[in-house]
């Protein structure tokens, strides 16, 4: 979700990479439908985990729950880094519409992180 939205948002002034520390393709089907529900496309996205980008040639790394960021290979010293402790919608349960919800509060809490980020960047 956190790609498709800075991609979205970013409207091509930043380059956008996305990979897990553990990633599980193929993109979550619920992950997929609250993204659709603003207009973001991120069925064709594909998983990738952290061996698979070039971290070393990141100007930011932002990690998105405790774990990763516990995990997450270091990089050059003057790469700039964030952490965002989200909580992973992928382990709730319950009837879909509790679990809808909970994506959507992590849906809506990325997209607010992502867009004061651009603006602190000048990007948006």
Known sequence: MAEGLARHYGMGRVEVLSAGVRPSPPVNPRAVQVMAEKNINIAYHVAKGVDEVEMDKMDLIVTLCDYA?????????????????????????????????????????LEDRIRSLLLALKLE
């Open 69 to 109: 960021q516990a995990v997450c290979p270091t990089g050059p010293t003057d790469q700039h880094r964030l952490h965002w402790s989200i909580k992973d919608p992928t382990g709730m349960w319950g009837p879909q519409w509790f679990v809808l919800r909970a994506y959507r509060k992590v849906r809506d809490e």
